[in-house]
């Protein structure tokens, strides 16, 4: 049961453009939710959280919106930049549960010249 | 947040025998996890390594097939025994700091022959 989905395996922008990176999940349980980028042969490095208690958090060029009822968030990045190709990772827990995460499957993006 | 580096970086291993993977962080925490991330998967974790207590193993994990030490603060090891080509994957520690967030460590490829 995949509790965390990713549905766009991959994603191409242009340079510049917006890149939105979407994210469901079924647990309503979850109430505290990363983005982590990751590039081939390293580890996943964290980019942004939010809080249930939160619709919107924005850091630099990252927002990440969440909507509860529809349990759904996504990640924005404005402007791309051709360094932020690599593969995008949601992940979610619950407070309290000694900071288990759940990942997506991933979304590998590719910003393009 | 603090570093954390993994050895092997990579490894190639017959069928039947078994690997121990190193996990050091360059600072002392509390918890610290391991994960598996199969050829195109998502990241799953594999148990969480708590120092002075036995680690805890997810649902489909066991520690005859893990065993994992944690012998102090800073370090841990995952061992991987009687390796099948379907533990072929990349193996991630991580640990964690403020609300949840996880900082993982470069990760280490092993492919079983």
């Known amino acids: 049961d995949q509790q965390v989905k990713q549905n766009s395996p991959s994603l191409s922008v242009q340079e510049g453009r917006i890149s939105i990176l979407n994210c469901d999940y079924t647990?309503?349980?979850?109430?505290?939710f990363l983005w982590y980028k990751k590039y081939p042969a390293e580890g996943p490095t964290f980019l942004i959280s939010?809080?249930?208690?939160?619709d919107k958090n924005e850091d630099g060029r990252f927002t990440v919106f969440l909507n509860k009822s529809a349990k759904h968030l996504s990640l924005h990045i404005v402007p791309s930049q051709p360094g932020d190709s690599a593969v995008y990772f949601c992940?979610?827990?619950?407070?309290?549960?000694?900071?288990?995460?759940?990942f997506g499957t991933g979304t590998r993006l590719q910003v393009t010249l | 947040s603090a570093v954390i580096s993994q050895k092997p970086s990579r490894d190639i291993c017959q069928r039947g025998t078994s690997l121990t993977i190193q996990c050091q962080v360059d600072?002392?925490?509390?918890?610290m996890f391991w994960y598996r991330q199969q050829p195109g998967q998502s990241l799953t974790l594999i148990a969480t390594?708590?120092?002075?207590?036995?680690?805890t193993y997810e649902s489909g994990f066991v520690i005859d097939k893990f065993p994992i030490s944690r012998p102090n603060l800073t370090f841990s090891t995952l061992t991987v025994s009687n390796m099948s080509p379907e533990d072929s994957s990349i193996y991630l520690c991580?640990?964690?700091w403020g609300l949840g967030e996880q900082f993982f460590g470069p990760g280490t490829r092993l492919t079983v022959l």
């Open positions: 992940a979610a827990t619950i407070s309290g549960t000694a900071s288990k995460l759940t």
């Open positions: 647990n309503s349980m979850f109430d505290y």
């Open positions: 939010i809080s249930s208690i939160k």
């Open positions: 600072s002392q925490v509390t918890m």
């Open positions: 390594a708590n120092q002075g207590s036995e680690a």
């Open positions: 991580s640990s964690t």
